[in-house]
């Protein structure tokens, strides 16, 4: 009976070791993939001709939402970079002046000579880190500005859609008067007189210089940096589905961080990609220089910032990787880029349905809802704040 009992002990013994065995052979084909990137920054770097306080803060607020900044008092920057949209308008190219209604409902009035704006209006959402790199550094002062990349900094790129005519500016008055005109207005204002009083601390503060370091100042607080992909970075192994993990490693393999590198998933550097025009521009947009380049956009809120491209031509993520897949052969999407201009960069993005659908999983999973959302009840000039977006 006592050798029955031993023969039972070892085989129970042996089952218990196979199984663990067979446990550890499952375990480590399933290991999780990591896509390594610098820690997540979660304070800014601000200039220091420009560092943010609340009151800066607040002021730049109320002009980011007030449309006495345009020529026709009917278009704020709020109104292309709405909350709602992730400080995006959900257009493919944004209605600036001399149109009403938000995002879908947008129209031009009757009569109308304005364009449509000649590119997609990104979120402002993480601007503050423009021009990070790889290893999570940054200047301000030189953060490339646009899809084009042609001006540096917020504080040189708020100015510009304040004097361009089909973004702001109308037919009120010509480019070269707009921030003189602008201030004019801001100082008959006696409540802006106290904002800029606290702000800038001089009576005399309402100035060009000062509307572009308030506005940048706010902009530098909308700051989205709480993803489900940073809480696993940060060690929170369950923020991300399996699905996601897949499409994580997907992610990598497929070489998207050639391009989508860093903290921020761009490396805000130049490329030719042949995206195709957009049909209701009656330009082809050459890009920077007369290249067809444009920057590499940040993916993160990817999710919540459709249409895609410079031009908005791709109304999803799944068109997006449609596109890569085609020129990855290579071959052209736009009859003005030849094969031999396309940046040497882009790879082809091959990917059957289940994995495109893991990939487009993991860039949700850079998506953080919980920014600023906040919509002002009144800005100072007494207009709708937004403009004339209800």
């Given at each position: 009976?006592?050798?029955?009992l031993?023969?039972?002990?070892?085989?129970?013994?042996?089952?218990?070791?196979?199984?663990?065995?067979?446990?550890?052979?499952?375990?480590?084909?399933?290991?999780?993939?990591?896509?390594?990137?610098?820690?997540?920054?979660?304070?800014?770097?601000?200039?220091?001709?420009?560092?943010?306080?609340?009151?800066?803060?607040?002021?730049?607020?109320?002009?980011?939402?007030?449309?006495?900044?345009?020529?026709?008092?009917?278009?704020?920057?709020?109104?292309?970079?709405?909350?709602?949209?992730?400080?995006?308008?959900?257009?493919?190219?944004?209605?600036?002046?001399?149109?009403?209604?938000?995002?879908?409902?947008?129209?031009?009035?009757?009569?109308?000579?304005?364009?449509?704006?000649?590119r997609?209006?990104?979120?402002?959402?993480?601007?503050?880190?423009?021009?990070?790199?790889?290893?999570?550094?940054?200047?301000?002062?030189?953060?490339?500005?646009?899809?084009?990349?042609?001006?540096?900094?917020?504080?040189?790129?708020?100015?510009?859609?304040?004097?361009?005519?089909?973004?702001?500016?109308?037919?009120a008055?010509?480019?070269?008067?707009?921030?003189?005109?602008?201030?004019?207005?801001?100082?008959?204002?006696?409540?802006?007189?106290?904002?800029?009083?606290?702000?800038?601390?001089?009576?005399?503060?309402?100035?060009?210089?000062?509307?572009?370091?308030?506005?940048s100042?706010?902009?530098?607080?909308?700051?989205?940096?709480?993803?489900?992909?940073?809480r696993?970075?940060?060690?929170?192994?369950?923020?991300?589905?399996?699905?996601?993990?897949?499409?994580?490693?997907?992610?990598?393999?497929?070489?998207?961080?050639?391009?989508?590198?860093?903290?921020?998933?761009?490396?805000?550097?130049?490329?030719?990609?042949?995206?195709?025009?957009?049909?209701?521009?009656?330009?082809?947009?050459?890009?920077?220089g007369?290249?067809?380049?444009?920057?590499?956009p940040?993916?993160?809120?990817?999710?919540?910032?459709?249409?895609?491209?410079?031009?908005?031509?791709?109304?999803?993520?799944?068109?997006?990787?449609?596109?890569?897949?085609?020129?990855?052969?290579?071959?052209?999407?736009?009859?003005?880029?030849?094969?031999?201009?396309?940046?040497?960069?882009?790879?082809?993005?091959?990917?059957?349905?289940?994995?495109?659908?893991?990939?487009?999983?993991f860039?949700?999973?850079?998506?953080?809802?919980?920014?600023?959302?906040?919509?002002?009840?009144?800005?100072?000039?007494?207009?709708?704040?937004?403009?004339?977006?209800?």
């Amino acid at each position: 009976m006592r050798k029955n009992l031993f023969a039972l002990l070892a085989l129970l013994i042996f089952f218990a070791v196979a199984i663990e065995a067979c446990t550890k052979d499952d375990t480590s084909t399933t290991i999780t993939p990591v896509l390594i990137t610098p820690d997540q920054p979660t304070t800014t770097s601000n200039p220091v001709s420009n560092s943010i306080t609340n009151d800066t803060a607040l002021l730049g607020q109320a002009l980011f939402w007030d449309p006495i900044l345009s020529g026709g008092h009917d278009v704020a920057c709020a109104t292309c970079h709405h909350p709602t949209n992730a400080y995006t308008d959900g257009l493919e190219l944004s209605l600036g002046a001399n149109a009403v209604g938000y995002g879908q409902n947008r129209r031009f009035l009757l009569p109308n000579d304005v364009t449509f704006t000649k590119r997609n209006a990104p979120t402002i959402l993480n601007t503050a880190f423009n021009g990070m790199n790889a290893s999570g550094n940054y200047v301000p002062l030189t953060a490339p500005m646009f899809w084009d990349s042609r001006t540096q900094s917020l504080e040189n790129q708020v100015t510009n859609p304040l004097m361009t005519f089909e973004e702001m500016r109308g037919h009120a008055y010509g480019e070269a008067v707009t921030l003189d005109s602008l201030v004019a207005r801001l100082t008959k204002i006696a409540e802006y007189q106290q904002l800029f009083q606290n702000a800038f601390g001089s009576s005399k503060a309402i100035t060009a210089v000062n509307i572009s370091k308030a506005i940048s100042a706010f902009e530098r607080t909308l700051i989205a940096m709480n993803s489900p992909y940073d809480r696993y970075q940060k060690g929170d192994k369950t923020a991300l589905t399996e699905q996601q993990i897949q499409g994580m490693a997907l992610f990598k393999d497929e070489g998207c961080p050639i391009c989508h590198s860093g903290p921020m998933f761009s490396d805000y550097k130049l490329h030719v990609m042949s995206v195709p025009d957009n049909d209701k521009l009656i330009h082809s947009d050459e890009g920077a220089g007369g290249t067809y380049a444009f920057r590499t956009p940040s993916l993160r809120n990817v999710g919540l910032t459709a249409p895609y491209m410079h031009n908005g031509v791709f109304q999803t993520l799944k068109q997006v990787m449609k596109f890569y897949d085609d020129i990855g052969e290579p071959i052209s999407q736009n009859p003005h880029v030849s094969v031999q201009q396309l940046d040497a960069k882009i790879q082809r993005i091959a990917l059957g349905n289940p994995e495109q659908e893991q990939l487009i999983s993991f860039l949700n999973a850079l998506t953080d809802p919980g920014f600023d959302r906040t919509i002002p009840v009144r800005v100072p000039s007494g207009l709708n704040p937004g403009g004339n977006i209800r």
